[in-house]
């Protein structure tokens, strides 16, 4: 975009994701312009969304009428549900908004013939563009290999470990509806519902978004799931993992040349802090390997603060915010590409907007 005045932006989605990309625009993005905000609850529908999100009304009233939000004149939409919708997606691009996301589309190239070739005729209806870049998959397993790969004479392996608990995870509709947590071991596999089935897709996906942009040449992607049982009855929120139900999960995503694995993703997700013995130990975050010439390692962990007291639900949100920032920083890039899809490849490297501060 040419123009001086800020960037009209709509919040699709105010959970905790959406909620910290909010209070950012607010506290720090002058040249970012909140217009409209799509919810999913009665509860906010007509509520200010300055209110929502604890702060002051902003004279922007938030709405579950998609079709109100389509009427907005806005230049992008930060789309941010639990639960994405293709058909939703579509209909902003052809509105001519342009789309970031957290939530999928990280590399269209492999997504199914029939909805890439949609989405691709609502972005040149509507001139717009979408980029999605999450965390993991996302900016862990796409920009930061990238950008380690520039160091790298040849590449023989990458691997991205990440260890977690979902405890203290607000988004318990994801934990509990989407990933089965607490449901029996031998119902949870990686099409047991549609977000399982959606997740894996993802991660397929980030695996060869590797592959075809380090010239790894796969011709296959295998997924292993392993589900380990709660050793006691274990209390999330207001739900209970019962003794024998799903407590852990790990998964792995592998990326294979001629059946030697190239590029693998390794994920050890728990709740209750039960981690079973016979599973890998690396780091909790994420820890990057790269085998080659030369081979580095690097671990990422956000917290609140390495120097200061903080509690455990500030460390919670830092993860939060970190999601959120690589969408909300890369803003104006994805204005102002081309029409069409702009991947982590695509665009130039995303910095903070704020930085120090000395502005």
């Known amino acids: 975009m040419t123009s001086t005045r800020p960037i009209r ?27 409209g905000a799509r919810v999913y609850s009665e509860a906010k529908n007509g509520k200010d969304l300055g209110t929502i999100v604890d702060r002051p009304p902003i004279g922007v009233i938030a709405t579950t009428d998609t079709a109100e939000i389509l009427a907005l004149n806005a230049d992008l939409v930060l789309y941010a549900p639990s639960f994405t919708d293709l058909d939703d997606v579509c209909a902003l691009l052809e509105s001519g908004k342009n789309v970031a996301t957290p939530s999928f589309l990280f590399h269209p190239r492999r997504i199914p013939e029939a909805d890439r070739v949609r989405l691709q005729a609502a972005c040149d209806k509507g001139n717009a563009t979408i980029h999605g870049s999450g965390l993991n998959p996302g900016n862990l397993s796409g920009v930061l290999p990238l950008a380690l790969s520039g160091m790298s004479r040849t590449i023989d392996q990458i691997k991205l470990q990440e260890r977690a608990d979902w405890t203290l995870w607000e988004s318990t509709e994801i934990t509990f509806d989407g990933m089965w947590f607490g449901r029996p071991t031998d119902e949870v596999t990686p099409t047991a519902n549609k977000y399982l089935s959606f997740l894996t897709r993802l991660f397929v996906e980030q695996t060869w978004f590797l592959s075809d942009t380090l010239n790894g040449g796969i011709d296959d992607v295998t997924v292993d799931l392993e589900t380990v049982a709660a050793t006691k009855d274990l209390q999330i929120f207001s739900n209970t993992v019962k003794a024998g139900t799903t407590a852990g999960q790990r998964w792995n995503f592998r990326g294979l040349r001629n059946g030697e694995t190239l590029i693998e993703f390794e994920t050890l997700w728990t709740v209750g802090g039960e981690y079973p013995q016979h599973w890998p130990k690396p780091l909790d975050g994420w820890t990057l390997t790269i085998e080659g010439d030369p081979s580095m390692q ?28 690589q969408v909300v920083n890369a803003i104006p890039a994805v204005c102002d590409a081309p029409a069409g899809f702009a991947t982590m490849a695509d665009l130039p490297l995303i910095r903070s907007y704020t930085g120090f501060g000395n502005t």
């Not at 699709?12 to 217009?35: F, N």
């Open 298 to 325: 690097t671990h990422f962990f956000p917290l609140a603060s390495f120097t200061r007291e903080a509690t455990i639900d500030e460390h919670v949100k830092a993860g939060l915010i970190t999601v959120a920032m």
């Open 9 to 35: 932006v709509i919040q699709w989605a105010t959970g905790v994701v959406g909620t910290e990309m909010v209070t950012t625009i607010l506290d720090h993005r002058p040249d970012l312009e909140l217009v």
